[in-house]
């Protein structure tokens, strides 16, 4: 039998969770395998890592007797929840809670929570700057996320609280690309100001997870932020113009104007985006670049990420 330790990956089928199954299935020499948790294990990205040589269990966060069996047996586990799939902070809550509960009864000995901040301790509600939604969050996707690092704290488990940034993806599949204004030029929106976002490559996020299951006991009880590289709109805009061949403008707009462009959670991208703007020293200080690379030598910055994926921007 192998001696490898198990690390139980939730969201294996996605973009964080399937990049940490990659790193260690790409890695000989890591000493962990990876066990693949999924709601659909016939699914074809599920089959897929079954076939790359993850083990594929089924479980769901919604089900804390499934999150039991999943991890028992593991040495470790890398969990999340997916605020987009539901848009409920109460949902992720009571996942995050199923997950700590099944993590701390299988004695897990090192979990690293994909977590972001609660952006009620620097905004909080009584603050009218941005709109509170649903009488409880300024930011949702983030403060349930944020709130839940007690949860694992009060369970006893031992956590990596991992502080996770902009995936540069995002301009492919989130909407958040470059667009085509009405002059037929391509602009990027974002009410960022003249302040830095600090981004990643998603892929990285699963990358730096295996060098932190690495390093052992270091990280555990510790809150790590990464991050890529920190860019300003006009920043991000002049590298899209370079690797593209063609003129992409950064168009600021306020907060406000974002908030009402009236997509599913616009109010609540429009409210994060503000939190990073008006708090850019809290919030890239959280995502020290240096750390960050040191710990995942291989972290790509937005040039090179976009060498590899500037073809599968849409540009519409
Ligand atoms: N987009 C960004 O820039 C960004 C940045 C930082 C953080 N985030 C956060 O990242 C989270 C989403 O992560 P992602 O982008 O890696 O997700 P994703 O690619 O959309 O995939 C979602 C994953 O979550 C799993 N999942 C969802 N509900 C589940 C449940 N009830 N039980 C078991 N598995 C479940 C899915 O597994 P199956 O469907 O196979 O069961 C799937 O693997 C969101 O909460 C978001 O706020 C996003």
Request: net charge positive; hydrophobic share 40%; glycine share 10%.
């Amino acid at each position: 039998m192998s001696d490898k330790k198990i690390i139980a990956v939730v969201g294996a089928t996605g973009a964080q969770g399937g990049g940490l199954v990659r790193a260690i299935l790409n890695d000989a020499n890591s000493g962990f395998v990876a066990r693949a948790l999924t709601r659909k294990v016939d699914s074809d990205k599920a089959k897929e890592l079954a076939k790359l040589g993850a083990e594929v269990v089924a479980a769901d966060l919604d089900d804390v007797e499934s999150l039991k069996r999943a991890f028992a047996g593991a040495y470790g586990a890398f969990l999340l929840t997916n605020f987009w799939e539901h848009f409920s902070a109460e949902k992720e809550l009571a996942q995050a809670k199923n997950m700590a509960q099944a993590a701390k009864q299988a004695n897990l000995q090192h979990v690293i929570w994909s977590t972001l901040e609660d952006t009620r301790k620097w905004i909080p509600l009584s603050d009218n700057r941005m709109p509170t939604l649903k009488g409880k969050y300024k930011v949702e996707h983030f403060d349930a996320k944020g709130e839940a690092d007690q949860l694992f704290r009060d369970a006893g488990v031992p956590t990596t609280f991992l502080l996770t940034s902009f995936y540069w993806e995002n301009l492919i599949y989130f909407g958040a690309g470059p667009k085509k204004g009405p002059d037929g030029k391509l602009a990027l929106t974002y009410p960022m100001g003249d302040k830095k976002l600090p981004g990643i490559a998603v892929d990285d996020i699963g990358k730096s997870a295996l060098a932190i299951f690495k390093k052992g006991r270091e990280y555990i009880g510790k809150t790590l932020g990464i991050a890529g590289e920190h860019l300003t709109g006009a920043q991000m805009a002049a590298a899209l113009s370079k690797a593209l061949g063609q003129e992409v403008r950064y168009n600021d707009v306020s907060p406000d104007e974002y908030r009402k462009f009236g997509f599913p959670g616009a109010e609540d991208m429009g409210n994060m985006f503000q939190f990073k703007r008006d708090f850019e020293e809290v919030f890239c200080g959280a995502r020290n670049l240096a750390v960050a690379r040191a710990l995942n030598p291989s972290m790509q910055n937005f040039e090179k990420w976009l060498a590899s994926n500037k073809s599968r921007i849409p540009l519409t």
